[in-house]
């Protein structure tokens, strides 16, 4: 019988972390769920690592694999999951992320409780502590929020933190709308491709912003926080995911579009105009805080 839940982790040459990772998943107390683990051609121990994974936990996990062990990117991987899959409710994981417990029945309660919200986050702890550093808890939101106006508040178009991936639970009636990763985010465009995959259920469905924390997203040398930190290649993907999402509005008819097209076109100015985009950007920051502040007291929170 088909679970409840589908787990979809992608991992490449993720030996390090990828034990922990899938731990945190077997460790939930909700149990009716299978584990994805989409090998991206990888040639280190992390192959060997999931295969045995899906031989100690039959009909838990399984192992999947791109034809002729291919190394096709982290959406080409993410989407292979989704097609492999059918539970009417999809969760994502990197594999160097870790959940924390109750991370799947704390969602499913939420999505149960909302039935016209189509997809599920919490705050999320920047994770440093596993290496010594200071660890930081990112709230994204508060409460439902409706579209377009998610994607006009949250990065990369607005200035609140985005969710992470890992911290997702989506309804597959939502994703069976054609909504899926974009392969073309590979290589040196890698940056933002949970961002194109994010700004396409922002412009669907509803989505609920819970307190929980149930995500330890792990920052480390090769993760994407630190890697659009220091090698330079932000503005370009940045202005990469600006062009397709441009083209991609221009395929698509719903109420907002006009205001979501005027805040790419905001988004290209501040790229061009880094000094004043940047003291532009600062400014917004400012005024969502002093909003949150002000009306924090109203805005809903799960009991």
Known sequence: MTPPVSIICPFYNAER????????????DFRDFELLLVDDGSSDRSTQIARDSAQRHPGLVRYLEH?????????????????ASQSPFVAFI?????????????????????????????????????????DEVL????????????ALRLYPLGVDVAPCPSDLMVRRSVLDGGIRFEPDFVGRWFLYEDQAF?????????????????????????SCVVTMTSDGLEP?????????????????DFAGRERVISAVARAHWELDHPVLGSL????????????????????????
């Open 17 to 28: 972390f990828l034990s922990e990772a899938i731990d945190s998943v077997l460790t939930q």
């Open 67 to 83: 034809a002729g062990h291919a190394n096709r990117g982290a959406a080409a991987s993410r989407n292979a999951g989704l097609e």
């Open 94 to 134: 990197d594999s160097d992320d870790v959940w924390r417990p109750g991370k799947l029945s704390g969602q499913l309660a939420i999505l149960e409780r909302y039935p016209e919200v189509g997809m599920v986050c919490g705050a999320v702890n920047y994770w440093r502590s596993w290496d010594g550093g200071a």
């Open 139 to 150: 709230v994204s939101g508060t409460g439902i929020s409706r579209p377009p106006a998610t």
């Open 198 to 222: 994010l700004v396409k259920l922002y412009l669907t469905t509803p989505m609920y912003f819970a307190p929980n924390v149930w995500l330890d997203y792990r920052i480390h040398d090769q």
């Open 236 to 252: 370009e993907n940045r202005r990469y995911f600006l062009n397709w999402l441009e083209r991609y509005l221009g395929s698509k």
């Open 280 to 303: 532009f950007r600062k400014g917004r920051t400012l005024y969502r805080r002093l909003l949150t502040v002000a009306s924090g007291l109203s805005r809903p929170v799960l009991p």
